[in-house]
């Protein structure tokens, strides 16, 4: 390994720091890596697992999509806080933690090659939302007899990795929140509008219904389809660890300088942990009414439909059942392509968010642990551009492999929830003992984020033992 000393790519400088902003319009204004967070958070996790769920338990697990939504801001924001406080990234600062340190990013590491697998569940669910679109209403094949023989969307998948890769290896911070923040703004109106046209269906729903799932029932035949979704909803594992970069890239560091002892320091850090609180709850607001919006509509039409069985195993068989219910309304071409879209801008959204903050990820994984040196801010954007120009790629080739973006989901969903505790520990640990404390929480602020943790470690301990459980039972 090399000596990685010389230069810092976080590195904070006394001269950039800035004003924060004082009043909640100007720190609206100010607000970035919550969007692109959720951006990242609102794909196959919603539109596949929540539907999914939706789809097996109809509405009574409610109740679970809004406390996984809600729950995990607590760990987002305790990491953002010591990245304001120390300008360090999530992956510096795991691997500065005393005994574990080392293990926890090199587990972060594994998790993420894993994950890839959701990635590439979006390549292919993109693929196969286009030729569901072009061809209307023609459903591609879950498995075929070949790889590449039988599967129309693949051409689609490969010209969407195309544009990622072109896109995302910019590098530019400033792309990916234009970008990022177009497709939350679609799919956001898109899945609302979705459930709104309910009412002019026969699958139209109440109060009656909604109460039913706010009961804190947990059917059994839904279980591991729910410990999955509490990896996936919400800030995943891997979101809540690129969040962080998105604050120090957005400025939000930057702009309250290196840590000191003066009372401008703490002013500062204040004001702009201030803007990060917005950022991050204004992002909750976007991705649970798009989460609530899909875990609805498969518990109204298609828990019936399928009699608990879930979905169908391809994006495009799902995005057809849902577009026959709005055929009465917009027409089946119409139906079709409101459909679509919805499910385009979802699933892009995060194939991108993914894309661009993986490769920032791994090249400071590169970085802290000694594997490449970097002497100046454009041997970092070069790595971030490789990778980033890599990445869909190799997202589209497991797509080609495994061919089922349902699978692809579970997977990655599962390890993502089983490291979530992890992340949770490593907060608290970063919370009582490296945070300033001039800028740490109040007691019921750690209450939460206690309660925050506790829920990532039952769900993750109880998905083990289930997933043990059916291996050997």
Not at 191 to 218: D, K, M, P, Y
Not at 349 to 356: D, N, V, W
């Amino acid at each position: 390994m090399t000596d990685n000393t010389s230069f810092d790519p976080y590195g904070l400088s006394p001269d950039a720091t800035e004003e924060p902003p004082r009043t909640f319009g100007g720190a609206l204004t100010r607000i970035g890596p919550g969007l692109i967070l959720a951006g990242a958070i609102v794909g196959t996790g919603e539109l596949i697992a929540t539907t999914h769920v939706g789809a097996q338990a109809g509405f009574a697990l409610l109740w679970l999509v809004i406390l996984s939504c809600f729950i995990k801001v607590f760990v987002q924001i305790e990491l953002g806080r010591h990245a304001i406080s120390s300008g360090e990234t999530t992956l510096r600062s795991l691997r500065n933690l005393p005994k574990v340190g080392v293990l926890l990013v090199w587990w972060w590491l594994i998790m993420v090659t894993v994950t890839q697998t959701q990635v590439g569940a979006m390549v292919g669910g993109v693929g196969q939302a286009i030729h569901l679109a072009v061809s209307g209403g023609d459903v591609p094949p879950s498995t075929s007899p070949g790889l590449l023989r039988g599967r129309p969307e693949l051409p689609w998948a490969a010209m969407t990795a195309v544009v990622t890769a072109v896109l995302v290896g910019t590098g530019s911070y400033r792309i990916v929140q234009y970008v990022i923040t177009s497709l939350v703004i679609v799919f956001t109106l898109m899945t609302v509008t979705c459930l709104a046209l309910l009412g002019a269906t026969n699958r139209a729903f109440g109060w009656q219904e909604i109460s039913s799932g706010l009961t804190f029932q947990l059917p059994p035949d839904a279980l591991m389809a729910a410990f999955a979704m509490i990896g996936i909803t919400g800030v995943g594992a891997s979101e809540l660890i690129s969040y962080p970069y998105w604050c120090i890239e957005k400025g939000y560091a930057r702009n309250t300088g290196p840590r000191s002892e003066l009372h401008d320091w703490e002013r500062r850090a204040r004001g702009w942990m201030r803007v990060m609180h917005v950022d991050a709850w204004v992002s909750m607001a976007v991705y649970t009414t798009s989460t609530l919006a899909f875990y609805l509509l498969g518990a109204a039409v298609l828990f019936g439909d399928t009699e608990g069985r879930g979905l169908p195993k391809t994006v495009a068989g799902m995005l057809e059942t849902l577009s026959g219910m709005y055929e009465p309304v917009l027409g089946p071409r119409g139906a079709l392509w409101f459909i679509v879209i919805g499910a385009f801008a979802t699933l892009y959204s995060t194939l991108f968010a993914a894309a661009a903050g993986l490769s920032r990820m791994l090249t400071d994984f590169l970085w802290v642990n000694g594997f490449i040196r970097l002497k100046t801010e454009q041997d970092r954007l070069r790595w971030v551009r490789g990778f980033g120009m890599c990445l869909p790629f190799l997202s589209l080739t497991l797509f080609i492999l495994i061919a089922n973006p349902m699978l692809m989901v579970i997977i990655g969903g599962f390890i993502q929830a089983v490291t979530l505790p992890m992340i949770g520990a490593a907060a608290l640990f970063l919370r009582y003992r490296r945070t300033d404390r001039r800028i740490t929480p109040g007691v019921v602020w750690d209450v939460f984020l206690w309660l925050s943790v506790i829920m990532l470690l039952v769900a993750a301990l109880y998905g083990v033992m289930k997933q043990i459980g059916n291996s050997f039972g």
